[in-house]
């Protein structure tokens, strides 16, 4: 492409001058650059209208043809509208300026694809290498080609893009000079540039190229935090590329300390990926968060990067459909329930509810196998009705006559009082061809053991049981040696077991002694200490067992109580053992954009959602299975969680981004064992992040301490900036710590702009509530899980003891918590801390 028409001035050494003249001039030039581009989407928008007005007219041609037609032209005008006007805010972000390439060949979005610089690129002169720039590169969030398919703006996606964030001093390739354009709407704000060749005195259209700004980096790192994070998209930074655009196959693994950059990256991965390849990821990426605090602060940016709908982005306790965790364990329990040892209580539970009384464990799902049939009999003339005998659920099923054993549950056997307290039928009585026949508690436990002999889920073993319970019944009627002729004995066989199997109180036996389970319920039965000792013997220990019945206690005796974050891998858990019939599969939705034609000009034709979704939209169209599945915070999954995702991926490629120092999980060796069977063997790419580019570095050094403590010889990502300013230390007078911490918040909001996070032991979030009470919407108090992932402009970290002693994985909370400051950072400090005269508590001293 050209370069710049726009003057410079005549100097031959490219110069960094932050003076306003040059400064200026340079906004000038991209605000001409700019103007172009919006004329040339304004151009796009009267087409698109065009499209729209004349498919009206040829509407009112009124043919069949004519009005197919014109529907899918207003299709795409629509959807070209959509995109082009949300699309125009803040879209053109970078510039690049290329020496010329080895080679001539141009790609598809119009620019050169050549890398290295062609071999007389630089003229060595005796004051020093000299060069033309021959390619300037506009860089934005959709592309947009000219009138003459030249390229006015290049997607951030694109290959042509890539020298933007890969280039650097070391290995610049082309560039001499990378810059990200600040502007609002139409108007441009202010350039930031890198000279990746620094030595080189390059010339643009005879001028002297122009450096303006210390970097676009540190202009984005200082900036204040609102309460979402924010794209990346114009510094990304060389060894972020390359696991952005890291090629799908199979599993990338992403490691790296605290603030390089692992949530944001994989985020624009997931966008990058749908650029790549729409019609495999369109509607396919699930992202999996630690907490809802981490995937509501995030969730912005896909959409800012023109990509919604096609992501769900996911707290690791929303994962299962129709189950929400709104309550956390203590750490205790969690670890219980987060260990792989739950799945052998697990699949004791899942059959030994079977013996639950009905309505304790059973769910209100109807009947899958329940038959309408209604025919009678061929050879007998059945019918029949209820009664019980002692409370046992009976089937008195008489020639033309109802029981004659009343009900002692008002005529409802199998419901209620019909069935033994505490326990399934124990007798099923049935009376066919004149003749009583019984099925006693021996016999009814032969025959669920023979059902149970295998490993099917529970819930589809239900035909089976029913089947083999007719054929207990038909041996015992003594019926199979009455007929010698085998095809008659198949036919009387066959409405034997229509008559009885239509009947309404055979069914209602059926589904009190093998009931339909649903996770829930079986989770419910697991509260009972006695019951769940039974089902986790030689696997949890007395106290554990305790531990997990007390709070599962909290989900009700019906199982509609609130969930915690680690049930709800147990219920995905129940799910695949009880065997729950499959949902009708969501069919893929089409993406409106694979259809379009025409549209050349916008060189990204295939990107982006054009409707708004709603949540509800989304969550409608949720899925089992995903293409690719990205884990945040992977570190944090426990066993049981493991199993969970991996259940979403089975076929999908992975990204699983994690940091092991800052893990909360106990054991992480056997949550190590879990990833790789969830990832299984499939062959892994993995990339280690490591520049901190949130933390300045006074409080990454002391955040270090605690990593040794936690890690030791784990080494610290480099922090990339510093404030000058040292981390405070606050004890809390009278081992107050509520007055300290209130204190600290109230002159921090004086000393930031942005936000200020307060992060106690999770016992005290509720107190800190309290304390914070009144001071605005800029200050958030937050347990210490819940600061997982998120950053503040300055936090209060309380008691550094207290969130250390809170599980065995304490230190590398507390090295989460003390991780999340952007600018400054105050400890307050009890007596459980130790401070010394400093107020440095024990664990944070030197
Ligand atoms: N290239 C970049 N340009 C500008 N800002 C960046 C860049 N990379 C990371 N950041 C910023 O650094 C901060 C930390 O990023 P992020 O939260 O993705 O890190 P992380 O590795 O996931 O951290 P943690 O492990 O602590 O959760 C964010 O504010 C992010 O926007």
New binding site residues.
Partial sequence: MAAQNATHDDRTAPRRDGGDGVRDGEIRIEQTHLDRVYHRLEEKIHEAEFLMDDAAKRGQVGTPGALAERDAQVFRAGVHLNRLNSEFEDFLFGRIDLLPGKDGDRGPDGAYTSVEPADDAIRTAPDGDRAEIAETLHIGRIGVLDADYAPLVIDWRAPAAAPFYRSTPVSPGRVVRRRVIRSKGRRVLGVEDDLLRPELSATLDGGALPVVGDGA?MA??GQA?GHT??D?VA???AE?DQVIRAPAASITEVE??????????ALHRAAYLLYQDRRRYAGGILVVSPTPLLVAYTEGVLPSLGEEGQVAIRAVGSLVEGAEATTYDTPAVARVKGSSRMLRVLRKAARGALEMPRGAAAGSAPSSDRSSASSSNSSSDLSSAPSSDDGQLTLDAALGAPAAAPSNDGGRPGAGSGTRPGGPPERLRVVAFGARIELDADELRRIRQNVLGGTAPVNLLRPRARRLLLDALWTRSGAPGRYTDPELAAEAREGFDEDISSEDVFQEFLDAWWPELTPRSVLAAMADEKRLGRWSRRVLNPREVRQVARSLARLGPDGQGPLSVHDVALLDELNTLLGLPARPATPREVDPLDQLTGLEELTTYADRAGPRRSRADRAERERADYAHVIV??AQDLTPMQWRMVGRRGRHATWTV?G?PA?SSWSDPDEAGRARDEALGSRPRRRFT?TVN??NPSEIAELATRVLTLAMPGTPAPEAVRSTGVEPRFAPGVDGDLGAAARREALRLLDEVEGTVGVVVAMNRREQARQWLTGLGHRVVALGSLEA??L?YDATVVVSPAEIADESPAGLRVLY?AL??A?QRLTVVSGVRDEPDPHGVPDLLRE
């Fill in positions: 980096l984005a790192l935090r994070m924010r990346i510094s990304i930074q972020q790296g300390g605290p603030g390089t950059g692992k949530t944001a990256v945040d915070e981004v940091d800052q992040l580019y949130r997982k992932g950053e989460v991780t999340r952007t």
